[in-house]
Structures are given as C-alpha cells and as structure tokens.
C-alpha cells in the first residue's frame, strides 16, 4: 500500500494539473474594469451612423465596410497634437489606405495565385515597418489587415452576379471615412478653443524612433507572411466555399510581434473563435428568407454589426479576447452578408476559421522556437 504522504502528493498534482486549464481561462477572460471607455465607443457609433444611413439611402450598402473601416482605422491612426499635426499624418495614412483598397479590390476577381502572391508582399511588407517606428508598425498592421479584409470581401462580391462593385467607389468609400474623421477632428478643435489634444487612443504607441531591423524580427515577418500567402493558396487555390474566412481568422489570430506574450496570443485565438461562432449563428438568422423580410434582416444584421464594433472600440482595454471576439463577428457579417445562407454553409464557415486559426497557433509556436533561439544566443550559458 502506498503511504499517506504519497497519496497527499498525488493528489496534490491532480488538483493542479485540473486546475491549469481553469487558470489559464481566467487570465485569458480576466477583466480591466478601468480600460474601458464607452465615451469613444459612442462617439464611434454617432460618427459610424452617417455613411450607413447614406449607403442605406442610395442602395449601395456593399460600400458600407469600406467607409466604417476608413473611419475606425483613421481614429486609431491620429496621432494627436495639433491640427495641423494630426490632420497631415491622418491624410497620409488614408491616402496609403486608398492605395491598399485599390489594390484589394482591383485583383480581388483574379486568378488565386495574384492574390496569394499579393498577400504576401503587404504582409511581409507590414512586418518590416518596425524598423521606421513602433507607431508606423502599427499603422502598417492596420493596413495588413483591411487588405486581406478586401480581398476576402472582394472575392465574394464578385461571386454574386446579382451586386455590382466598383473598385474606384470602394476607395472613395475608404476616403471618404477617413475624410469624416477629419472634418470631426477639425469641429472638435475649433470646439475646443483650437488647442493641441492627445491622440484619442492614448492606450496605442506613440513612438516614431527607428529601430535595427534584427535577424530574429525579419524572419518572423516572412514567416507571417508565408502564413497569409499560404491561407490565401488554400482558400482560393482550391476553391474552398467562404474559404476567405481562412485568411481573415489567420490574421486575426496570429501574433503582429515576434515579443508578443503568450497570454496576448492565446486572447487573439480565443477571439477569433468566438468571433466566428457568433458571427455564423447570427447570419443564419436570414436563412430561407425573401422580399422584405430578407431585406429588412440584412439591415439589422449590418445594424448589428456596427454595434458590435462600436462594443469592440468600448473593451479594447477591457479584455483583449472579447475585444477581438467583438471587431471579428462584426467584420466578418459585414465581409458575408452578400453571400446565401444556410446550416451548410456556417458549418464551412466555422470550419474554415479554425484551420485559420490553426495557422495562427502554428506561428506562435514557431515565435516561441524563434523567441528561445534568441533568447540563448543573446544570453549564452556561462
């Protein structure tokens, strides 16, 4: 028979060993009550409000994503300080914004290899950015991401005959986003007796410095990018139904930093999951229908979709998993809403963001390999 003691110790490890998986969800799930700001979330909304209810009122509501991104992205972009500062730096963000969209929705309907090998260049290209500045890589990331938004929501345009999509009025959408942020800021320092303002995501670096582009930081960037080529290769190489959710799920999981931690990675995976899974159930809600019903389904959804965001902008510092769950769901009702519904497809839909979100836990593990090589050759043993 076994003595006590041995029996208290192996009860001991049981009771730890049950309890890391509960640990770890409360880290990932814990809370910051103070990082919450739903003043910015309102104001996102009131602002949001005014190109849906225009694209409402012209019939062209395949416009709206890019608006709501162009002026979302601009808000995260300012850099504060004054007027002029801020304006300047904002126009030049959406003016490469513009470019980015161009580009996304001009190859959008071409073959998958021009998309793939597109993705790539703007990913490895948004890695790079560190070495102009933590703020620049930042931006850059922003910009990564809309990109593989538009071609994921440009490939799905183009597969419904039924909607027409140009490429010149979705980059007049993006600017015109960003344009209204603008003028917002312009109202707001006028308001203000045109005295200089912090940036209005205090939380965001603001550092310009250059940094040494290192070996360790270069190669985790084409790693990244070999990553995004490769969820575009097998979502449009092989045809895959809603196979765009696979790029979008990866980008959203996957680390922007190869110093990343490990909590922050596990909250972007958590998130884009959950993400995916309210955003299929919610699109399920038009299944079968037609006329007005479908129509007046669709607008709610988009209705739903803003407010997700607008929850998204409100618990950006709350927790980062919700945070990323909200902006998720949101864009990807936005990105799918075209496409037909039914319990078919949001069984693809889940599926393909879990081999998205595969990719991303693939890149983590190799950036913790890569982090631990750095690790001993920085600090060799004595």
């Known amino acids: 028979m076994k003595s006590g003691h041995e029996q208290r110790n192996r009860t001991r490890h049981t009771v730890r060993a049950r309890g890391k998986p509960k640990n770890w969800l ?18 996102f909304l009131d602002v949001a409000l005014v190109p849906m209810v225009v694209f409402w009122a012209i019939g062209h509501e395949q416009y709206l994503l890019s608006a709501l991104f162009g002026l979302m992205f601009a808000a995260l972009a300012d850099p504060g300080g004054g007027y002029g500062h801020r304006a300047s730096h904002i126009a030049l963000f959406a003016l490469t914004g ?68 140009h490429t010149w009025a979705q980059v007049l959408a993006w600017s015109g986003g960003a344009a209204l942020w603008i003028v917002l800021t312009f109202a707001e320092w006028l308001i203000r007796g045109r005295r200089d303002l912090l940036q209005p995501f205090t939380e965001l670096p603001g ?15 084409v790693i990244r990018a070999l990553v995004i080529a490769g969820a575009f290769a097998l979502a449009f190489g092989l045809d895959l139904s809603h196979g765009y959710w696979i790029p979008i799920a990866a980008i959203v999981a996957m680390k922007p930093s190869l110093e990343q931690a490990t909590l922050v990675s596990l909250q972007r995976l958590s998130g884009a999951l959950i993400g995916a899974l309210a955003a299929a159930l919610l699109l399920l809600l038009p299944a079968g229908e037609t006329g ?32 990323c769950a909200a902006i998720a769901a949101g864009v990807l009702i936005l990105t799918d809403l ?19 979100a595969g990719m991303g ?14 690790a001993r050759t920085a600090n060799p043993p004595a």
């Open 98 to 165: 513009a470019g980015v969209t161009a580009l996304g929705f001009a190859i959008g309907g071409e073959a998958w290899g021009w998309l793939t090998l597109a993705a790539f260049g703007v990913t490895l290209a948004a890695g790079l950015a560190v070495a102009f500045g933590v703020r620049r890589f930042v931006n850059a990331l922003l910009l990564n991401i809309w990109f593989i938004v538009t071609l994921g929501l440009s490939y799905g345009l183009h597969q419904d005959a039924r909607i027409t999509d």
């Open 361 to 374: 836990v693939l890149v983590m593990l190799l950036a913790g390999l890569l982090s631990q090589h750095t």
């Open 292 to 323: 007005i019903r479908l129509f007046a389904m669709e607008r709610g959804l988009e209705v739903v979709a803003l407010i997700l965001l607008m929850h998204g902008i409100g618990i950006r510092f709350l927790n980062y998993a919700l945070y």
């Open 338 to 356: 075209p496409q037909p519904t039914d319990y078919a497809a949001e069984g693809y839909r889940v599926l393909r963001t879990l081999c998205g």
């Open 26 to 43: 409360s880290k990932v799930f814990r809370l910051n009550r103070a990082g919450v700001n739903w003043p910015r979330a309102v104001l």
């Open 207 to 221: 550092d310009t410095s250059r940094k040494k582009l290192t070996g360790p930081v270069a190669v985790f960037a």
